[in-house]
């Protein structure tokens, strides 16, 4: 069964950092091409970041451009996004999700993503 538990969320103060985990299992991660998406409250997902199989070809939103970090261990099958400099606009359900096969790191079409985790929280608020 494929699996994709992200952790690592809560609140924290405009400014602050946090450091996203998602822990795959079920499939081969290393061969999988991976992002990070969001979800405010009454708004549609918004991709955030993605990443090659390897780690070494990266992409972001604008929107998070020079603020968020995204990285993988392979041996760890583990996907991380690194989160400074957070905003009240960050506020939102964070998930990890797999990317279809042959399908680009800078994908934003929800269709191109195939498994996806449950999600964590992370609240930015003074």
């Known amino acids: 069964e494929v699996q994709l538990v992200e952790s690592g969320g809560g609140m924290v103060q405009p400014g602050g950092s946090l450091r996203l985990s998602c822990t795959a299992s079920?499939?081969?991660?290393?061969?999988?091409?991976m992002s990070w998406v969001r979800q405010a409250p009454g708004k549609g997902p918004e991709w955030v970041s993605g990443?090659?199989?390897?780690?070494?070809?990266?992409d972001y939103a604008d929107s998070v451009k020079g603020r968020f970090t995204i990285s993988r261990d392979n041996a760890k099958n583990t996907l991380y996004l690194q989160m400074n400099s957070l905003k009240p606009e960050d506020t939102a359900l964070y998930y990890c999700a797999s990317l279809m096969p042959g399908v680009l790191i800078t994908t934003t079409d929800l269709e191109d993503f195939g498994s996806w985790g449950q999600g964590t929280q992370v609240t930015v608020s003074s």
């Open positions: 079920g499939f081969t991660f290393s061969n999988y091409h």
């Open positions: 990443i090659n199989t390897g780690g070494g070809s990266t």
